[in-house]
């Protein structure tokens, strides 16, 4: 009881009970973002009220009545009309409570009246002051509440649109303080210590020092980009499917052939559009387009020329320019479960079949294929025939600019179009983002890589449309960075084409939801309307086409192989897999810090620390560990190392003065040495101790000369010089 | 304790004092302390183990007047302090001095006498000075007295009140002489008493001047740190009613500056002070009923205080 007494009164409580508060505070601040929950300020004055009244140690009848008082006059405020002091409503609350309890014991939670819900948050947090009064005053630990608090907050982040940057910071400061000065309590309880005034500041200082350094050092330093995917569109989409069964959506996604006016938000829509089998995962394509109108896509040519397409025909487009591709034959079925005019194909198609010998046509300008005669009953099921290839990143890394002479005037002019009113910024930020690569690869990794950074988000819901002045990909780019595939895809066309890489917009489905094996052990998969997707193709002039894939949280199906990398850049593109998304590397991350870059000189020293510690970070690190591992052998063997230094130190220091350090240094060193000092012995005790465990006399003229020094306040003139002999004997002993 | 050259003249006095005592030459050398310190000693012991004839040959190096009282329970304290006696022939009262008026008193027995007794040979210790009929007498400089008690426990006696103990600078127990020397003790029995042959070293000014020279000795501020945190860790003590008052820690430090002066030092060590605090403080500290039930003393107390109290190795820092 005592000791709770004294806990009540010091200054260093009310600091646990500020951090306690300000931690359980950071468990309210989301609920009016992500909860219809108006008025938190209300129950943060109930917050506070309680651990006041608890700080204080009110009487628990007192503490109780004011906490009731407090209740009921907000849940008055907030829920009735009329004053307080007209009891009527208390009738009204009374009734109102019975019928709340009547339907939480029937189990019909969501029919509960709002008063109800407040008096039943109002009971948690009466649960929680106690809880935390319990953890802080009497367990003294409190890591549990603490990891509880991040884990909640980092779900939020993770989960909701609840941006919780700050909040992390904020969380780990408090729990370090709480942490910390919790410690000191314990450890006083344990020693059982006497309180003293210097005891706080001791331990505070380091305390608020390991604090700051740690929150510091944990802000600057540069962090790795997740290693998973943003599991939210996975989740999202993977809670659509199986919400498969119930009522159909509104068609708002799903594959459409205008794509003039891009953006806004859609609903998503399970409608089953195909079913494949297939031996590979991998992006079904349908058609491309390469006009950009600042809006959204075009074909260049309008109804453009068809060309007829048999069964037996190779298919005319997939004509890979790299002779020693590796390819892998590969069968696919495709049954579609929608009438659409036109066919879906994978990436290198060679030939389709179907049963009733269906006659085909491509659109040359969109690479699209249509069934001939879609007025019949539709297309049945049919069978693509296509080689996968496996892209040469070496191939790919040889073209540096559009010297080859594959790249026609004519070509480049088609795909590396764009309008006249796209903003110079965007032009600037594909110019920043691939600075520091030379080869087309490089920059279209570089461009692919900067959507990963955690600025962009991807959404379905709030998703702007340009207005009639504004850029499409200038928009997502610079003011929202919340898009779906569309803004994603879009924008790394045009950042590629604006570097003078050509490059074209591919619409399709992805792979659709696994569901299982075949009989023929083919991997069947379900492709509905939420799978329409849109991803980018880039040119290579030794390549062909190759896919690339900017939307956060999907992933890249094509294969690159690295086989004749040899240089270490491209062992850093090697360790990345070749599945997209892949961490970003800190240099792109760096490269692309905003367009207006600040001449603000702190900012560019900041950068340029940065960026020297990312680089060299592996040499920092193991410099570092290495300083550590010699300081612990040196502190370790120092009693063989310190008396040779000690020695050499006082060689040089000749005055009377010196000797006390001398003598001292001495002591510091018998002490290390194992011979011990009680604290209430005396000098004179020890050195007679000492004389007689090395059979020696010097430690006895060594102190009584120091006694003179300590106890008489004088020192006899030369007489470190007379005894500097017998010293160095002595603590030359210590060594062997 | 590294042997250190004494100081010559008080090397003197203790081989003076030698030759007729066998052994007990740390009693000697508290006595002395407790001298050259002008304090007064108190001596616990049972009879016979050579009290007399420590104090006697004390009081005969240093050529001073000895006296000696026997404490009866009927003495009165104009026995002590002499009385005014009224002279027919010259019509006059007449001063006649007690024991007191001496040098070097032996006090033997001193709790066996009544309170009041006792109080005015403390007064005397204390004020050194006594009032008789209005008058008072200075007495004479140096004056030591030396108290000899019986072990408490021992029937018939007045134990001394605590305050009074207080007066006293050190309080030490004589103990049996070891097998040879009181083998030795024996031998010279046998010949004429050695103690009337002793002669004095040296006189009544130097002695004086002996104890002039003591208050001279340094005391550095840490050992006077450590004197008081000796003394503050008996108050503190839990089996402790009450601890050494600050006079126990003046006590302690003349008698460390003595006991240094004793060695050739013109500084106290804090050796000094370890050696003489069980004799300075024990008799000043009052125990705990629990603590003597269980066999606790003062002394016990004090040594262990010492065995906790850190040593200064190390200037204070101001």
Redesign the interface.
């Known amino acids: 009881m005592t000791r709770k007494e004294k806990m009540k009164s010091d200054a260093l409580t009310l600091w646990l009970y500020l951090c306690g508060f300000l931690l359980l505070w950071e468990w309210l601040r989301p609920l009016k973002q992500l909860t219809d929950t108006n008025n938190v300020g209300v129950f943060i004055g109930f917050l506070v009220l309680s651990l006041v009244l608890s700080y204080f140690q009110v009487h628990i009848l007192a503490r109780s009545g004011i906490r009731l008082l407090y209740v009921i006059y907000t849940i008055n405020f907030l829920y009735y009309v009329g004053p307080f002091f007209q009891f009527k409503w208390m009738g009204i609350l009374t009734s109102d409570l019975v019928e709340n309890m009547k339907l939480v014991f029937g189990g019909e939670w969501t029919a509960l009246s709002d008063s109800f819900r407040s008096l039943l948050f109002y009971l948690l947090l009466v649960l929680m002051t106690y809880l935390l009064r319990y953890w802080l005053v009497h367990r003294k630990q409190i890591f549990i509440f603490f990891f509880m608090t991040l884990v909640y907050i980092t779900v939020l982040d993770t989960f909701t649109p609840y941006d919780a940057t700050y909040a992390i910071v904020r969380i780990i400061i408090l729990g370090f303080a709480l942490m910390g000065i919790l410690t000191f309590y314990r450890i006083m309880d344990r020693e059982k210590w006497q309180r003293q005034p210097g005891f706080v500041r001791k331990w505070l200082t380091p305390l608020v020092v390991m604090v700051c350094a740690s929150v510091l050092i944990g802000y600057a330093a540069p962090k790795a980009s997740p290693i998973w995917p943003d599991p939210v569109p996975y989740i999202t989409s993977y809670s659509e499917k199986v919400d498969n069964n119930g009522p159909g959506g509104r068609s708002t996604v799903g594959y459409g052939t205008d794509d003039t006016k891009l953006g806004g938000p859609f609903n998503p829509d399970d409608t089953v559009v195909y079913e494949t089998e297939v031996d590979a995962r991998q992006y079904w394509k349908v058609e491309t387009k390469d006009e950009y109108t600042g809006k959204g896509w075009v074909a260049s040519v309008e109804n453009g020329l068809r060309t007829p397409f048999t069964q037996e025909d190779t298919y005319p487009f997939t004509n890979y320019l790299d002779p020693e591709m590796e390819v892998t034959k590969r069968t696919g079925i495709i049954k579609p479960q929608v009438d659409y005019p036109h066919l879906i194909y994978p990436l290198g198609l060679t030939s389709v079949k179907d049963n009733s010998a269906s006659t085909f046509e491509i659109e040359e300008n969109l690479e699209k294929i249509y069934l001939v005669d879609n007025a019949a009953s539709g297309m049945g099921e049919y069978v693509v025939e296509y080689d996968t290839p496996k892209f040469s990143v070496q191939a790919m890394k040889n073209t540096v600019d559009t010297s080859n002479p594959v790249l026609t005037e004519e070509f480049l002019a088609q795909y590396t179009q764009l309008p006249e009113s796209l903003p110079q910024r965007v032009k600037d930020l594909a110019v920043e983002i691939t600075k520091d690569q030379t080869n087309w690869y490089d920059k279209a990794k570089a461009v692919e890589n900067y959507f990963d950074r955690t600025d962009f988000q991807y959404d379905q819901k709030n998703v702007a449309t340009p207005g009639r002045t504004e850029d499409y990909v200038d928009q997502f780019l610079f003011d929202t960075q919340r898009g779906y595939c569309d803004n994603f895809s879009t924008s790394m066309v045009v950042l590629m084409r604006s570097l003078g890489i050509p490059a074209r917009w591919v619409k399709g489905y992805t792979e659709g939801a696994f569901r299982g094996l075949s009989e023929n052990d083919q991997r069947t998969y379900v492709i509905t309307n939420n799978n329409a997707h849109s991803w980018v193709e880039v040119f290579f002039p030794e390549v062909g086409w190759v896919p690339f894939e900017p939307t956060k949280g999907y992933s890249n199906n094509a294969q690159f192989t690295y086989d004749d990398v040899s240089t270490e850049t491209d062992k850093k593109d090697e360790l990345e897999a070749p599945v997209a998304p892949k961490p970003e590397k800190p240099e792109a991350k760096e490269a692309t810090t905003q367009p207006k870059k600040s001449e603000f000189t702190w900012k560019k020293l900041w950068e340029g620390t940065k960026d020297f510690f990312n680089k060299h970070w592996g040499w920092i690190l193991g410099a570092f560990l290495s300083l550590v591992a010699i300081a612990y052998l040196l502190y370790e063997t120092r009693i063989k190392w310190l008396p040779h230094y000690l020695v050499f130190r006082f060689r040089w220091r000749k005055k009377d003065e010196d000797f006390?350090d001398a003598y001292?240094a001495l002591?510091n060193q018998l002490n290390r040495y194992g011979l011990k000092?009680k604290?209430?012995?005396?000098?004179?005790?020890y050195?007679?101790y000492i004389d007689e465990y090395f059979s020696s006399k010097e430690m006895?003229a060594l102190t009584?000369n120091y006694?003179?020094f300590?106890?008489?306040?004088k020192l006899e003139e030369g007489s470190w010089e007379q005894t500097r002999e017998l010293w160095e004997n002595l603590i030359k002993k210590t060594t062997s | 304790m590294v042997q250190e050259k004494m100081n010559p003249t008080i090397e003197k006095i203790l081989q003076n004092i030698e030759r007729v005592m066998i052994g007990k030459r740390n009693v000697a050398e508290l006595s002395l302390v407790a001298l050259l310190a002008e304090g007064h000693v108190l001596l616990e012991d049972v009879p016979g183990v050579g009290k007399t004839m420590m104090v006697r040959a004390l009081a005969k190096s240093v050529n001073a007047n000895f006296r000696r009282i026997q404490f009866t329970p009927d003495l009165l304290p104009s026995d002590v302090t002499g009385v005014s006696i009224y002279n027919p022939r010259e019509m006059e009262f007449q001063f006649r001095p007690g024991p007191i008026m001496g040098n070097i008193i032996l006090a033997d027995e001193i709790n066996r006498t009544s309170p009041k007794t006792q109080s005015a040979l403390l007064e005397g210790m204390e004020e050194s000075s006594v009032t008789i009929d209005g008058v008072t007498h200075k007495l004479e400089k140096p004056f030591f007295v030396m108290a000899t008690q019986n072990p408490i426990e021992y029937e018939g006696t007045y134990p001394l009140p605590e305050a009074q103990l207080d007066r006293f600078l050190l309080k030490m127990k004589m103990g049996y002489p070891e097998i040879e020397e009181e083998m030795e003790v024996l031998n010279r029995a046998q010949v004429l008493a050695p103690i009337e042959e002793l002669e004095a070293v040296i006189d009544l000014a130097e002695l004086r001047e002996l104890q002039q020279a003591i208050k001279r000795v340094t005391v550095d501020d840490t050992i006077k740190r450590y004197i008081v945190d000796i003394a503050n860790w008996t108050r503190t003590s839990t089996s402790v009613y009450l601890g050494a008052s600050p006079r126990g820690s003046i006590a302690l430090m003349k008698a460390a500056q003595a006991y240094a002066y004793m060695y050739g030092r013109d500084y106290v060590l804090p050796d000094d002070v370890k050696y003489l605090a069980p004799n300075v403080f024990a008799h000043r500290i009052i125990l705990k009923s629990e603590a003597k039930f269980e066999g606790i003393t003062a002394e016990d107390v004090v040594l262990r205080v010492l065995d906790r109290v850190p040593v200064p190795v190390q200037r204070l820092v101001k």
């Open positions: 006390p001292f002591l000092r604290e209430a012995q005396t000098l004179r005790d050195s007679e006895g009584a006694e003179r300590l106890y008489k306040g």
